[in-house]
T-cell receptor
Framework: NAGVTQTPKFQVLKTGQSMTLQCAQD?????MSWYRQDPGMGLRLIHY???????DQGEVPNGYNVSRSTTEDFPLRLLSAAPSQTSVYFC?????????????FGPGTRLTVL | AQSVSQHNHHVILSEAASLELGCNYS??????LFWYVQYPGQHLQLLLK??????LVKGIKGFEAEFIKSKFSFNLRKPSVQWSDTAEYFC???????????FGQGTTLQVKP
């Protein structure tokens, strides 16, 4: 199993550009999430999905869109990049066993917006 | 609102010293509690988790944590740290229904050889 994969690993954008961060998992997990990591702020939830076709907002959803057309993929779209979106982005997936989720994280995408 | 607070932002210890990192949470439902570690340049790895039963949980690499419900705390401990424990540590509280995790701000641990 590859686990959770993310592409690209690094990306530099100019303000106003759009792009999609890719996330895929091969563990047949129902639940997938996107987090951003900023110094001194821990990880903050952007969007999450509890299954194909179902998504919801997290703590910091503004400026980001998601969709979940398949169980495996959960792309994150930046519609019009802003310098405030410079961050490290982590995708995670989990399954529920006995009421507990254990999340598995991808390697991250480091995004710089100029 | 759900929240997680980690009291120590930056901890510096010498090898063989004991470690305790504080974590307090605010959550209205049944809690699932986690500690994750992020080694330099790597992604998050699960150290240990608590969801029910024995409030003292043991994780990988000699780490343990104690859930104290009355204090809303889930502190991480290790009796004797090593240089290889240098990393950032995150406490998180999770929803059993949605898989959402709320993270604390993180604690950077630096272990001096």
């Amino acid at each position: 199993n590859a686990g959770v994969t993310q592409t690209p690993k690094f990306q530099v954008l100019k303000t106003g550009q759009s792009m999609t961060l890719q996330c895929a998992q091969d563990m047949n997990h129902e639940y997938m999430s996107w987090y951003r990591q900023d110094p001194g702020m821990g990880l903050r939830l952007i969007h999450y999905s509890v299954g194909a076709g179902i998504t919801d907002q997290g703590e910091v959803p503004n400026g980001y869109n998601v969709s979940r057309s398949t169980t495996e993929d959960f792309p994150l779209r930046l519609l019009s990049a802003a310098p405030s979106q410079t961050s490290v982005y982590f995708c995670a997936s989990s399954w529920r066993l006995a009421g507990v989720h254990e999340q598995f994280f991808g390697p991250g995408t480091r995004l710089t917006v100029l | 609102a759900q929240s997680v607070s980690q009291h120590n932002h930056h901890v510096i210890l010498s090898e063989a010293a004991s470690l305790e990192l504080g974590c307090n949470y605010s959550y209205g439902g049944t809690v699932n509690l986690f500690w994750y570690v992020q080694y330099p340049g790597q992604h998050l790895q699960l150290l240990l988790k608590y969801f029910s039963g024995d409030p003292l949980v043991k994780g990988i690499k000699g780490f343990e944590a104690e859930f104290i419900k009355s204090k809303f705390s889930f502190n991480l401990r290790k009796p004797s740290v090593q240089w290889s424990d240098t990393a950032e540590y995150f406490c998180a509280v999770g929803s059993g229904n949605t898989g959402k995790l709320i993270f604390g701000q993180g604690t950077t641990l630096q272990v001096k050889p």
